[in-house]
Structure formats: C-alpha cells, structure tokens
C-alpha cells in the first residue's frame, strides 16, 4: 500500500521531469536503443559504430531540420527529397565546372524550388500538402526527362564533394559531413531561438492572423521559411550524393517520410507553434540508430519496416501522452 | 405572380445546388473534355480504349474515394496506399489457383479485414490524440511490411473470373467496358449515397467540419472517425483486390503505395474536397481520379514523352489550387 | 411563502482543468417555474459549469439531482435525455451543413422545430441553406428552436441575448414566461443585468469557482446584484473623468480622418476626425456596417470608394502591415484574432517589434524593458504566462492590448474590447483608453455597451444602415439618446 503510493509519485515525478524536458527523455530513449544495439552487435559500442550512425543521421537530420521549421509554421514539404535528388543532379553535372560552382548550383535549384513552393503557399494561399506533392510531381518529370537529355552522363560526383561527404578529420574519426550537421544545427537553433524571423515562424504556425493584425507580413516570413527548407534540402542532398558517389533519381526518395518522423518523434506539432530543432536532432539519431539495430539484427526489409513503423507509433503516441496530461 | 415567385424558388434552388457542386461538376467537365480530345488525337477511338481506361482508373478511383471519405471526416490517410500493397499481396498470394467461388470468399474477407484495420487506426488516433498525419506515417510502414512479409516478391494470382469482374476480360487484355465501368460507379454511388443520405454520413461531414460543435450537438465524434476510416480501408482493399485483377500479379514494392498514396491525395484535392474537412462531394473525386491516369495515354498520343505526364500533373495540380486560391482570396474580399 | 419543489440540484460540483481549478464546488437549486439566472464574473465557473450541465464534460466530484434522482451526465446525449436542452454561447450547428442536415444529426422532429421557429417569424426560412451563409442570429434563434424542440425539463441558455436583436430578445422574453408557467424552468447565463431584473425570478451568483449568493431577484436592485458578483464595491468610473478633457482636444490637430469610406451595401457614407488625446465613440446595433469600418480602417479590406488621412495626408492601406506603420492598430473585437495562444505573454507582446525584414537576424534590445513596462502598466496577471490559452478572458484582453503599447502607436482602433470581460477588467481598460489619449492618442472605440460612452468618450458617433447617422457630446449622451439614433430615429 505504501509502496504502490510511493511508486505512484515517483512515476508522477518521473512524468513531470519528462513533461518538463522532453529532450531529456527523448535522449534517454535514445541511448536505450545505443546500448540494445550494443547488445546486439558490440562491435556498435565503438568510435566506428557511432562515426556510422552519425553519417546515416547527418542528411536525415539535415531533412528533417528542413521539415521542422515547415512544421512549426504549420506547413510541410514533401518535395525535399525531389529538392535534394535535383540538387545532387545539378551539382554533379556542374562538377567540371568545380566544385564551388557545383554546390552553388545545386544550392541554387533548393532556393529557386523553395521559393516557388514558399510563393504557392503564401501568395496563392495551395494546401502545402499538395503544392509540395505537385511539385514534387513536377521536379521528378523534370529531372526525369533532362536525364535523357542536358543532364545525361552526368551521374559522377566531383571529387570534392564526395570528400567533403564521406571524408573524415582526425584519421578517420571525425567526418566532414557530421562537422557540417553540426554547423547548420547551431544555426538553426540560433535562427530559431534568437532571431526575430525564428519568432515569427512560432507565432505564424500558432496564429496567422494575430501575427498579421500585428503588423508583419506574414508571406515574407513563410515564403523565406520554404526557401530556407530548400537549401537545407539541397545540402542533403549534395551530402548524399557524395556519399554514394553517384546521382539517380531514387538518391533521397527512402528519407522522406523518416525526415517528418523525425521532426513529429522530436516533439514538433505538425499543426504549427510548438517545437523546436533540438528535439529534431534526436528524432534522426533515434531513427538512425534503429535503422542501425535492424540491420545488425539481419532481419529483412519487411520486419525492418514493421519495427520502424510501431516505434514511431509509440513514440508519436508517448510524446502525444505528456503532451495530453499537461 | 404565385407562378412567378415559385419559379423563382426552383430557379433560386438550381442556382444554390449549381453553386455548391460548381466544382465537381466543373471536374467531370474536364474530363469530358479530355476524353474528346482524346478521341481526336487518336486515329480510332473505340470499345477498347473505353476499357482500358476505365480500368486503369479503378485502383486510383477507389483510392481517392477512401481518402475522400477519410478527409471529409477531418482527417487524412497516408497509410492508404500501403493497405493497398497489403491487400494487393495478400490477395496474389491466397488467391493464385483457387477456384472462383474461393477467390469471392477470400475477397469478402480481405475487405472486412483492411476495413477493421484502418479503423483501429481511426480509433488509435482519437485514443492518442497523435496528428492523423503521423499515425498514418507510422502505420503506412508497418502495414507495407507486413505486405512484403506476406509476398516477399512480385509474384502470385488469381482466378481468370475474378479478373473479368474488374476488367471486362479474363486475360486482363481487352474485352467489355461494361464491367470495368460499372466497377467504378456502383462503389461510387453506395459510396456517395451512404455520406449525403444516412445519418452516419452527415456525421462524417460534421466532424470534419467542426468536431467539438458536433461533439456539443451529441454526436459520437470516435464513432464517425473510426467509421470514416474503416470506409477508407475497405476502399483502399478494394483498389488492392482490382490491381491484382488488372495485373493479374501482386506487387508488394513500397514505392508503389507511396505513390498510390500522394495520387489518392491529389485526386481528392483536385476533386474539390478541402483538405480541412467537412465540404466537398465525392463524386468529383472519381473524375479527377480518372483524370490523372488519363494524362498517360494521351500524352503518349501526341508522342510526348511520358515522363511529361508527371509534370504536366504536377503543373495541373498546382495551377487549379493556386486558382482556388485566388478565387477565395477574392471572394473573401468582396464579401 | 410555499416555493415549487426543486427540479434541478446540484451540489458540491468541482472541476479542475490539469491544476486549473474552474470550479471549487458548487451548490445551486433550480425550481420549477422558476426563471434562474446565473451570474458572475469572468472565470467565475459559468461557462464550466454549463458544460458539466450539458454532458460536455464530466464533473470530477459532486452530484446533479433531476426530479430527485442522480444524473450524472457523461455525454451530451445523455443529458438532452435526462432532459437538459443547452444553447450554448456558439451554435451548435455544423456550418458545411444545411440546416435539414443539422436537424436530421439531432434528430429534431420537423414539425416541431418548425412550430418554435414561428414563434419567431421565421417559418418561411429554408431549410436547405447552409449554416455558414447565415446571420448569427439566425442561428440562435435556429439553435434555440432545436433545444425547445427536445421539449426539455430545463433549459440552459448561455449569453443568447448576446447577439439577437432588441425585438428578437423582446420576444424571447415573452417566450421564456410562457415557458415557466408550462413547467419548463430556465437558466439563463447573461452579462447584462437588466435582462435579469427584467425576467428572472431567481439568480444565483458565482465567484472563484464558488456559489456566493442566492437572490430573490424581486427584492433587491441591479447595484445590490452588481455588489454581490464583485465582493466588494467598485468604482465603476475612472480617474480621470471623461467631458473634463474634452475642451483641451477640441482644439488639438486631426489625427486620423475618414472622408466619405464606402464598401459594398455594408458601408455606405462614413466620415469623421478623430483628434490628437480624444476618445471617439461609435455605437451601432448589430450589423450595421461597423465591422466592415473596422476591417476596412486597420487594414485587412480596402475599401470601395472613399480615403483614409493619417496626419492630413491620404494613405492606402494594402494589409494591415500598411496601417501598423502609419501608427494605426486594432485591438479586435475576438480576442483569439490577436493571440497566440500557445505562446507565452512575452512573446505575445513583443511579436508588435519585428515587423520588418531587418529585424528577423536579431531581437530588438529593449524589448525586455518594454515587456515589462506592458505588464506591469496594465497589471498583467502572469501566473499562468507560460501559455496565453490559459489566461482569464480579461487578462487575455489586457495581452491583446498590451501589444501594441509594447511598439507604441498614434491611432488606436477598439472593436468592443470589454465584450465578455468582468467588471473589474473592464473599469481598467476605461481608465486605460482615458490615460492612452491623456497622452496624446487618438482612440477609435467601438462598444456594444451604451452605458460605457459617458465614462470613456469624449464624442460618440451613431451608426445605422452603413451610415453615421447622429453625433452626440458624449458626456450628455443617454442610453435612451443613443439608442433611437442607432434605429435610425434622428
């Protein structure tokens, strides 16, 4: 009896710590998930397991940081993985250009499609949902057809980007691309938290109109947020196209749905207003670390695919759960 | 003068019931106007075409009536596409050398399962209070893992009548349009009549339009959304049930019910149902279903590569939302 | 006196929202053949305390007794069963639907609903328009007829004068004392106090999530009433008493001015100044174009015919973001328009300081200091800042004010800003919008309460059928002189 009662408020502690920081949580979930893995295959529990984990998590988290700053305006974009698949294009047909002129460029198609997006969106006021899946549709039939004609051969990465992607500081220990994830992360954090635009992402994804009654133009706001998500789509995807070497149309296809189920496990509502990239950043690592676990497990895409989807059901669900008791 | 103003009531009425199905009627304008288009372009236009047409559009019509029933509840399904593959594997796989009358039971039982298992999705998201969005995420990949469990390959089949019913003929080639076309109307009429004519139905409609006003005019707000989901499954079964008619094969690739997925949303869209909920008929939905598998076969009949199609629906899409929007924008300041 | 048996009673009725307690506990007693109002002020448990009555939600402890048997309800359902009929402050009718749909979802008798609607006059509305296309009165009225059609042992009635018309509201009165003498007891929740003086027989009066008082309405005067909701006397007046000041602006330079403003059928000649520390009133009744002057004024709708003057110069206000700059802010009449509920206080204030593109790569440096000062200049109660949603209705007025103190402004537009708001708030915005031009504002008000323009105004300006009709002295305008010239009887 006073144990039952005593075990009740230390749950009820424990639910208020969580409710209080649920990065802390999150993070607990995810090192629980490190140390099964560990279990599984102790070789994970290494520098190279972690140097592993943290490339798969770099273009996801890249992503799904593209995906929460949409979100926390109460928007989404399902072609970013279109944005990051016609980037990876460009900057490889650029490659003899150099590989400034190849990022540029690739950078260039993010800003312009984000753009559009943002403009459709903002201006013309389309469900983001389906002006980003036409979009979507439109760069796929795009890069599909200049495949076969201004874009042919070029499916070869310049050397630089394949280094900066796959290349590792430190004797191969601290790689390129995670020191990148890193870099763009205390951006947006920073652009997030500090910034007037950051505010205003928060508070035109809680209430469009109070924050037009207050004077801002809120078009300008969401449409640099859809070119904002461009670029980082971009970035992902000259990072993954150096990491395999080479460009095909399927290249960032596997990450849409991961980079939302990162943003949604990290505790950013898809209705708008409430969030945050931190949450995000473990979000990529706990789906980067799962993808990790099944593989070690050596079980076949279908059970892959069943694990996946219950545990970000049950995260969703948990995360959803304190949310509720507040 | 009492003649007058009752004629001017029946005008009054045709003008509300024009205003209100404008869209959907304007959508099943479009797609007259394509078919003739079509007609011309190609040097005969017969029996044949009818058919094939007809055909190619029942996995995606059924689709997007599902996805319309479930958006006018007020939510949204991207899980539909993935209960495809599954009933598409799970009918290859049971239903290959079967006799026809096995092949019907197996079918019935396929609809009644998927059926029950969206709406324990429906439930899990009243229960949660999870984004329907992201449970469906979730269960999008569960269920196309149990698809590739359950048929790890394409491969499997299903009785030569069976694929009459769907197709018009038993080889899946050719045959009466007859079929495939009342294939798509009679599951869109019961479809239609069930959400405007019974009480379960206009439910649907409030919850989507506003589910805590429904809630305070006593209706059951879980039993509506579990309801709306289980109506979208049994339809996304039935899409399942006609592609392994049409293919005669399963399929049970994940991309394909990614894609069968953003295509059941985008011929809602375009069929004029809002994505918020609560309006729309789903009439329009069949014609712009059959309007995106149309673009196919008549760009290849002016000899543009197909591929264009996929940008010719995008740029489609996109140009009638950014017109509705505008038409709204302007509407909103007139008023 | 032999007083009719209880029909309703409840006691000992608590509600907490998470660690919000709505209400403490509750005890009230509605007879039979009784008129029962129920009175407070806001966040006084009122609306909770309807919702617990109408099945919305189930009270965490104490018991509801109909007839003398327990019913608790769980659902809505449950209680229109029990006999409980609710016409809440929103319709209840689902807006993408015609109203035969509505009625089929609640399975209303036609014949009826139709026989109430006539009481009303409006037997010929039909019935195959959609909800979203009509007036809120109508839908009152539409709701009411619904509820009395459930032919209800009691009936719950939450602010429904709020939107009707004066003859509309005359008649539901004669209906509600129909009604009574049928066996039908009513409760009638109201912020306007005349009505209970008018009908009610009873009234019992909630503070804090408590029953404090149960009056004979018969007995006692609407002060005594007014007395019993707050507590203690206030002072309804502020500080500095309007028609004092008004000599000083009589000479000051125009601030803002409209010449001949026109917009569809809504507006059709509006023209007036508002000068440099004067308060400017405008009375209308329902729907007489004064929102669309307010829309069209801060920005958000332009205007078909007619100009705006900022400093005696024309301006075009494209968005509100046009109007901002020039210094013309609104304060709208729905609160939610101007929150963001789930955000804290600070960022609901200081969003006013970043409305352009130079400003998104920072955060202004003193806007901590000017949080401050909002907040405490208009005693803010930040207990709960964490989340603007869990504000009182008040304190959520005071943050939709306090935004634009925060950025500063020359005009300030205020569409009925005490509507819904206790007493207490309300005599602090009055002294607010007083002390605001004391220091050099011009302040637009519009009110749906006659009785606030002697204490705030300096002038008040008469609105019927999209044109100003009257313009009156405010300290010598009357709620009789202000109403025949809003019916257009000047």
Redesign the interface.
């Known amino acids: 009896m006073v144990d039952s009662a005593a075990a009740t408020t230390v749950r009820a502690r424990l639910a208020a710590k969580a409710r209080a920081n649920p990065s802390v949580a999150l993070g607990g979930v995810c090192l629980l998930l490190v140390l099964v893995t560990g279990f599984i295959e102790p070789e994970y529990l290494s520098l190279n397991g972690a140097r592993s984990s943290l490339l798969q998590a770099a273009p996801l988290g890249i992503l799904a940081g593209a995906q929460t700053i949409l979100m926390l305006t109460g928007g989404i974009d399902?072609s970013v993985t279109m944005i990051a698949t016609g980037s990876a294009y460009v900057a490889a047909s650029q490659s003899s250009h150099g590989a400034a002129v190849a990022i540029l460029m690739g950078v260039a198609v993010g800003l312009v499609v984000g753009a559009a997006n943002g403009i459709?969106v903002a201006v013309?006021?389309?469900?983001p949902?389906?002006?980003t899946?036409?979009?979507?549709?439109?760069?796929?039939?795009?890069f599909?057809?200049w495949t076969?004609t201004i874009l042919r051969g070029s499916t070869q990465v310049a050397p630089f980007i394949k280094e900066l992607a796959a290349g590792s500081f430190l004797g191969n220990r601290l790689p390129y691309s995670v020191v990148l994830w890193a870099v763009i992360s205390l951006i947006l954090i920073w652009l997030l938290r500090r910034t007037g635009w950051g505010r205003l992402l928060y508070a035109v994804g809680d209430n469009e109109t109070a924050v037009r009654l207050a004077g801002v133009r809120t078009w300008q706001v969401r449409i640099a947020a859809y070119i904002a998500a461009g670029i980082l789509g971009s970035i992902a995807g000259i990072l993954l196209a150096g990491r395999t070497g080479a460009v095909d149309l399927?290249l960032a296809?596997a990450f849409?749905?991961p980079s939302?189920?990162a943003a949604?496990i990290g505790g950013t509502?898809?209705?708008g207003g409430v969030g945050g990239y931190t949450g995000t950043i473990l979000g990529a690592l706990i789906l980067s670390v799962l993808t990790s676990m099944l593989t070690f497990l050596n079980v076949?895409?279908?059970?892959?695919?069943?694990?996946?989807?219950?545990i970000?059901?049950a995260l969703?669900?948990g995360?959803?759960?304190l949310?509720?008791r507040e | 003068m009492n003649r007058d103003s009752r004629a001017t009531v029946v005008f009054n009425?045709a003008g509300?019931i024009l205003s209100?199905s404008g869209w959907t009627l304007g959508v099943w304008l479009l797609l007259l106007a394509l078919l003739i288009w079509y007609a011309n372009l190609i040097p005969r236009f017969g029996e044949f075409q009818i058919t094939s047409i007809s055909k190619n559009s029942l996995p995606l019509v059924y689709l997007a009536l599902g996805q319309a029933i479930i958006v006018i509840a007020g939510g949204?399904d991207?899980s539909l596409g993935a209960l495809l593959l599954l009933s598409n594997a799970i009918a290859a796989r049971f239903m290959a050398d079967q006799p026809f009358g096995a092949v019907l039971v197996i079918a019935l039982l396929l609809i009644g399962l998927v059926a029950f298992l969206n709406g324990m999705t429906g439930y899990?998201i009243r229960l949660?209070?999870?984004?329907d969005?992201?449970?469906t995420?979730?269960?999008?990949?569960?269920?196309?893992?149990?698809?590739?469990?359950i048929l790890?390959s394409p491969g499997g089949g299903t009785a030569p009548e069976f694929r009459w019913l769907f197709t018009g003929s038993e080889s899946g080639i050719g045959g009466t349009y007859v079929l495939p076309v009342l294939m798509m109307i009679i599951p869109a009429t019961v479809v239609f009549l069930l959400s405007r004519r019974t009480?379960l139905g206009?439910?649907m409609?409030?919850v989507?339009?506003?589910s805590n006003?429904?809630?305070?005019?006593?209706?059951g707000v879980t039993r509506a959304k579990v309801a709306s989901y289980a109506l979208g499954g049994a339809l996304a079964a039935l899409a399942g049930l006609a592609t392994v008619a049409i293919t005669g094969t399963g399929d049970p690739r994940?991309?394909v019910g990614?894609n069968a997925t953003?295509n059941s949303?985008?011929a809602v869209?375009l069929g004029g149902i809002a994505?918020t909920g609560?309006?729309g008929l789903v009439l329009g939905v069949v014609a712009a279903g059959m309007i995106l598998i149309m673009l196919n076969p008549i760009l290849s009949a002016m000899g543009i590569?197909p591929?264009?199609?996929?940008?010719?629906?995008?740029?489609l899409?996109?140009i009638v939302?950014?017109i509705?929007?505008?038409v709204?924008?302007i509407r909103e300041?007139?008023t | 006196m032999n007083r009719p048996s209880p029909l309703l009673t409840i006691s000992g009725v608590a509600k907490a929202y998470g660690s919000v307690v709505a209400l403490a506990a509750v005890d009230m007693t509605v007879r039979r053949h009784e008129i029962h109002a129920l009175l407070g002020a806001n966040g006084a448990g009122k609306s909770t305390l309807v919702r617990i009555l109408?099945g919305?939600h189930p009270a965490d402890r104490g018991t509801l007794e109909v007839e003398g048997k327990t019913a608790n309800f769980r659902?809505?359902?449950e209680a229109?069963r029990g006999g409980m009929a609710?016409v809440?402050q929103?319709?209840?009718?689902?807006?993408?639907?015609t109203i035969a749909?509505?009625l089929?979802?609640?399975?209303t008798d036609p014949a009826t609903f139709e026989q109430w609607l006539e009481e009303f006059d409006l037997g010929s509305l039909d019935r195959?328009r959609?909800v979203r296309d009509l007036p809120l009165d109508i839908l009152r009225l539409v709701d009411l007829a619904r509820a009395l059609a459930l032919n209800p042992k009691i009936l719950l009635l939450d602010e429904i004068t709020a939107a009707l018309t004066a003859d509309q509201a005359e008649k539901l009165f004669e209906l509600l004392d129909r009604l009574k003498t049928e066996g039908c007891s009513v409760v009638l929740i109201t912020h306007r106090l005349a009505e209970v003086m008018r009908i009610c027989d009873t009234a019992t009066i909630l503070r804090d999530g408590c029953n404090v008082a149960e009056l004979e309405v018969g007995g006692i005067t609407q002060q005594e009433l007014v007395h019993a909701m707050l507590g203690s006397p206030v002072d309804l007046a502020p500080d500095t008493q309007a028609g004092t000041t008004a000599p000083t602006t009589a000479g000051a330079e125009t601030v803002f001015a409209v010449e001949e403003l026109a917009s569809?059928e809504a507006v059709r000649q509006v023209s007036f100044a508002v000068r440099r520390g004067e308060v400017l009133g405008l009375v209308a009744l329902e729907g007489q174009g004064q929102e669309r002057v307010f829309d069209i004024l801060c920005g958000e709708?332009?205007p078909s015919a007619g100009r705006i003057l900022v400093d005696g110069s024309p301006c075009r206000f494209l968005s509100p973001a046009d109007a901002v700059r020039q210094g013309v802010v609104l304060i709208p009449g729905d609160r939610l328009q101007a929150l963001l509920p789930s955000l804290p206080v600070y960022q609901n204030l200081v969003v006013t300081l970043i409305t352009r593109i130079r400003q998104w790569l920072g955060l202004p440096a003193d806007e901590r200091a000017r949080a401050a000062n909002a907040i405490d200049s208009l005693s803010i109660d930040t207990r709960a800042a964490a989340r603007v949603r869990r504000l009182s209705g008040g304190n959520q007025q005071k943050v939709a004010i306090g935004r634009w103190l925060v950025s500063g402004f020359r005009t300030l537009l205020c569409f009925d800003p005490t509507r819904g708001i206790d007493i207490q708030t309300k005599g602090e915005i009055y002294a607010l919008l007083r002390k605001l031009a004391a220091d050099g504002a011009a302040v637009l008000l519009y009110t749906s309460e006659l009785a606030e323009i002697p204490l705030v105004c300096d002038r008040v300006l008469v609105m019927h059928n999209g044109l100003i009709v009257d313009e009156q002295a405010a300290a010598q305008a009357t709620e009789a002189s202000l109403l025949t010239a809003a019916h257009g009887l000047v």
Do not use: E, H
């Open positions: 399902l459709g013309f006021r389309v469900n949902l389906i002006m899946l036409a979009m979507s549709g439109i760069m796929l039939g795009t599909t057809a076969q399927q296809n849409l749905l939302v189920a949604v509502s898809i209705f076949g895409q279908d059970i892959q695919q069943l694990v996946y989807g219950t970000v059901l969703a669900w995360y959803a759960g949310a509720n | 009425r509300l209100r949204i991207l899990v949660s209070g999870v984004p969005i992201v449970v995420l979730a269960t999008s990949y569960i269920w196309s893992g149990l698809a590739l469990w790890p009480r206009l439910s409609y409030a989507g339009s506003d006003i429904a809630s305070l005019a006593g209706l994940f991309s990614a953003l949303v985008a869209v994505l609560g309006t590569n591929n264009n199609a996929q940008i010719l629906q995008g740029v899409i996109a939302m950014m509705g929007g505008l709204t924008l300041r007139r | 109408a919305v659902t809505p359902v229109m609710t809440f929103d319709p209840a009718l689902i807006r993408d639907l749909q509505n089929r979802l609640s399975r195959d959609m569809g709708r332009r």
